[in-house]
């Protein structure tokens, strides 16, 4: 079942800077270079296992930030699993398994090149800290639930990676048109050219990131879930779903990595302004 309106992307060059949940920290392959020292290359993989990378802040593209600023080719570096967008907001990313898929607006999932560039995504590779029987969870808003009630156990002030691989008895998923510029608001362009797809009965995968409270004013706090068909030709950003038989794997992860466009949009935002509104709307359809 289809349903139409619209959404687009945008950004540039990258500053890139490292956050440790401790607080502010210098990696240590970088002291360790600046002292002449070179890291074990196991340290190196180590440490970046353990990152949340985000691209841009999703405050920005909720403001038209739809210019592309990081290449898949870039973002592999960084994750095997992960979620975001496109440039000219082209189209809802899922990246598992180190593959990179875009679910577009016209219903279609096309595996990308390396040479694409996306303005907005969060990316880690994940590495299984436990796992979670999910089967039988009747709507999304019971799932978010269920892990929320994991992650009050675990630690709420930590980034967590989800992927839930099953069954599902239904998908409701959307996805939206490339944008072009000049770019309008992440609201317009989905109340313009979003579409809706209501999944039956399908085999696939729900890949979903976790950011804590304190990161709403640079992501949207709580979850965020994407999902692929098992087949890789449906699939899109979650707004419901009711589960038959599937098992979560969950990362948690206590460090982020956030690399920032240098274009002449973002450098225009004013970030001081709360934008939780258009957020949530982005986020839910609501």
């Known amino acids: 079942m289809l349903r139409r309106q619209v959404a687009r992307v945008l950004a540039s060059a990258v500053l890139t800077g490292t956050i440790a949940l401790g607080g502010c920290a210098q990696s240590g392959a970088q002291a360790d270079t600046q002292s002449g020292a070179q890291p074990p290359e196991s340290a190196n993989e180590a440490q970046n296992r353990e990152a949340l990378y985000q691209v841009s802040l999703l405050q920005g593209l909720t403001e038209g930030d739809f210019e592309g600023s990081v290449t898949v080719g870039d973002l592999k570096k960084h994750g095997d699993t992960g979620i975001g967008t496109f440039d000219g907001l082209n189209g809802e990313l899922v990246m598992l398994d180190g593959e990179v898929w875009q679910a577009a607006g016209d219903g279609s999932v096309n595996l990308m090149e ?132 599937a098992t979560a794997t969950i990362d948690k992860t206590k460090e982020f990595d956030l690399a920032l466009p240098g274009s002449e949009k973002f450098e225009s935002i004013d970030f001081t302004v709360d934008r939780s509104a258009n957020v949530k709307k982005a986020e839910t359809n609501e």
């Open 114 to 245: 390396d040479a694409a560039t996306i303005p907005f995504g969060n990316v880690t590779f994940l590495d299984s800290d436990e796992t979670l029987d999910v089967s039988g969870v009747e709507s999304f808003e019971a799932l978010l639930k269920q892990l929320d009630g994991r992650v009050a156990e675990l630690g709420t002030n930590n980034f967590y990676a989800v992927r839930i691989d099953g069954t599902f008895d239904k998908m409701n998923v959307r996805s939206e048109y490339k944008q072009e510029k000049p770019y309008p608001t992440i609201v317009d362009a989905l109340a313009a050219d979003q579409t809706f797809f209501d999944l039956e009965e399908v085999e696939g995968s729900m890949v979903g990131v976790y950011c804590p409270p304190y990161m709403a004013s640079l992501n949207s706090a709580g979850w965020h879930f994407h999902f692929v068909t098992a087949d890789r030709k449906q699939g899109g950003h979650v707004l419901d779903c009711a589960i038959n038989k």
